[in-house]
């Protein structure tokens, strides 16, 4: 796998759309029609939003994860193809069941971000 330079002058926007570009690029090669499937750790604001935003934009159904449940609602009232589930990365005790349950609720996992903290 090659790695491209991003450069760090260009604003936040410009870096999470060549990111995205990136991402979906290889993933639409790789995985052909069908809906792709992503998990978005740390979704209710910042990159992680404008990615699940951006993803869904592009034929992904979206596990999206937070702390602030009011947030993660409204991010679902947008899009039907988003999936939440609201949790602290903090409490190890509960991180892999949700992830395991948004996998499911998804049907498969194609692409996991994190972006929380």
């Known amino acids: 796998m090659s790695v491209k330079k991003v450069e760090c002058s260009k604003s936040p926007t410009a870096i999470i759309r060549k990111t995205l570009c990136l991402i979906v690029g290889r993933h639409n090669k ?5 809906m792709k499937k992503a998990i978005i750790i740390g979704a ?11 993803l869904a934009d592009n034929n992904y159904k979206i596990g999206l994860t ?3 449940v ?9 899009n ?3 999936y939440i589930k609201s949790f602290d990365i903090n409490d ?3 991180v892999g069941q949700k992830l395991d349950e948004l996998t499911t ?3 498969g996992l194609d692409l996991l971000i994190i972006s929380a903290g």
């Open 105 to 107: 609720e998804l049907g």
């Open 80 to 82: 039907p193809n988003f």
């Open 92 to 94: 190890t005790n509960v």
């Open 70 to 78: 009011e947030l993660l609602n409204e991010l679902k009232n947008e």
């Open 66 to 68: 937070g702390r602030r």
């Open 30 to 34: 790789q995985t052909k029609l069908r």
């Open 44 to 54: 209710t604001s910042g990159i992680g939003k404008g990615l699940a935003k951006l």
